[in-house]
């Protein structure tokens, strides 16, 4: 193949930004790398002497010797620095692998018939999840994490690597930290009333993950398990995950039905649900539900997930009991998160397990994932033990209570004829129903792309149900949401549903 010397003025433009990061080196790396990858300069081509390039883009020549020193150690080209470099021959499957993140990427239909997914990797990517989500804005689901106390956070986690521990640096309890546990313990018993003890509490990379391992436990593949009808979608993906088969449960104002789903399904093995406050719709399962669904468990030999996500901030007298505490036989698996009352990426939850299930549960763990951040977990410890996570939710319990009235008070400013909100005694959104007038003309999924466009982030609840959906409206997050923020955004969220 002929060679074919290049320059900055011909096949490789090279622009040098002296007051960008990264540094010059790196800068003339990446973008001899990227027209290589993206083919504007071809397999063989000669690449100009260092000393000439140097002189051509305006650096030092050792600059451009130590980009191409990388550039030789990653396999892009070959020869060696000062006696002759050329590109690689990358064949095209190399090129295919080393995709650029800014080129588009093939829709999952293609890959799916390239790649040949399963049927149960088809129905995971098939269910709906809202996407990232900015940190705050209007309707944003989520806490309000600029306002967690990060300061106190960063001296927690400098003071556990002041002095670590050597076991601390090497592979940790697969069940959690001991001193997590016994403080996530302590903190359950009296705030939640849940009967446990810390060799009960396993803890795991986020309540998603809690359901996924409970789930592989406790069922085979193509097990029934009940699920909310509208639910959360993460619940969803976790037990499918696990080869679950689902089946929709509807829920009433009492919560879920399970003589619906026992007719439905009456070899279930398993139901999740969150019986403090159904998520997206809010009403609290009423006693007389949750003492036939234990019963159910009991008499089908089968098991309860509790999904406990934000039971943490309620408005209106104490928080409501878990159902775990009303167990008496080992049938319920309950499942906590800090992701809601701390931060998201935190990515750390709990489980709280019968005890004979503890052993095999922790033995899966440990063939899953091992454990998540020994410092992390550490850190959280702390946190509790010294009273911030307390602090912290009082803070937010009070600040969150009155984000929900003033977003209350927009709504009947803004909304009459088109929203009807009514409040929450808990939680950290609200369940917006679009009324009969607007609803002749618009559903819920075209307000929340109007929404969008608008800079207002809304979700459809229709998105919530697994099959069609019965209900429509709008899930309004207010907990990220600052209180003089909340009228425009109620104005912007009119203008979308009016057009």
């Not at 209900?471 to 955004?489: S, T």
Request: aromatic share 6%; hydrophobic share 45%.
């Amino acid at each position: 193949m002929p060679q074919r010397p290049i320059g900055r003025a011909t096949l490789l433009p090279i622009a040098i930004d002296r007051r960008a990061r990264p540094g010059l080196q790196r800068q003339v790396y990446e973008q001899v790398r990227d027209g290589i990858l993206a083919g504007r300069v071809a397999p063989g081509t000669r690449l100009p002497a260092t000393r000439e390039l140097a002189r051509d883009i305006g650096v030092s020549r050792n600059t451009v010797v130590g980009a191409f020193e990388q550039l030789l150690a990653e396999g892009y080209v070959r020869g060696a620095v000062g006696s002759g470099t050329y590109v690689a021959e990358l064949t095209p499957d190399a090129l295919l692998n080393a995709r650029l993140p800014s080129e588009a990427a093939p829709p999952i239909a293609a890959v799916a018939r390239r790649r040949g997914l399963s049927e149960r990797g088809h129905r995971i990517a098939g269910i709906h999840q809202p996407g990232r989500l900015p940190a705050s804005g209007a309707f944003v689901l989520g806490p309000a994490v600029d306002l967690f106390p990060s300061a106190e956070w960063a001296r927690l986690l400098a003071r556990v690597w002041r002095r670590p521990e050597p076991a601390m640096m090497q592979y940790g309890d697969p069940a959690g930290d001991p001193p997590l546990r016994r403080a996530i313990a302590d903190y359950l018993r009296e705030v939640r009333a849940l009967r446990c003890t810390p060799d009960q509490v396993i803890v795991v990379a986020g309540a998603q993950q809690g359901i996924d391992l409970a789930a592989r436990v406790l069922t085979d593949v193509g097990d029934a398990a009940l699920v909310e009808e509208p639910g959360y979608a993460g619940i969803r993906g976790a037990l499918t995950a696990a080869g679950a088969r689902l089946v929709p449960t509807p829920v009433d104002a009492e919560g879920l039905d399970i003589r619906y789903g026992e007719a439905a399904a009456p070899d279930a093995r398993l139901a999740c649900v969150a019986a403090a406050r159904q998520y997206p719709l809010g009403m609290t399962m009423s006693l007389a539900r949750r003492l036939a669904l234990l019963h159910w468990a009991e008499r089908r030999d089968a098991w309860i997930i509790e999904d406990d996500y934000d039971s943490e901030y309620r408005y209106g007298g104490q928080p409501v009991a878990a159902l775990q505490g009303l167990d008496r036989t080992g049938r319920v698996i309950y499942v906590g998160s800090f992701s809601k009352v701390m931060f998201p990426s935190l990515r750390l939850g709990y489980l709280v397990v019968p005890r004979d299930l503890a052993e095999p549960i922790v033995r899966a763990r440990a063939v899953l994932d091992a454990h998540p951040s020994a410092v992390t977990q550490l850190a959280l410890a702390h946190f509790i033990d010294d009273g911030s996570f307390a602090a912290h939710i009082r803070r937010m319990r009070r600040l969150y209570a009155a984000r929900q009235a003033a977003l209350l008070a927009a709504a009947k400013r803004h909304w009459s004829g088109l929203l009807t909100v009514p409040p929450s005694e808990s939680g950290m959104h609200l369940l917006a129903t679009i009324d009969a007038a607007a609803s002749r003309h618009i559903g819920d999924r075209e307000i929340a792309r109007r929404a969008g466009a608008l800079g207002i982030m809304v979700q459809p609840l229709s998105a919530y149900y697994e099959g069609s959906a019965e209900r429509q409206g709008l899930v309004l997050g207010f907990a990220a949401v600052a209180e003089e923020q909340m009228d425009q955004a109620a104005q912007a969220l009119a203008a979308a549903i009016t057009g």
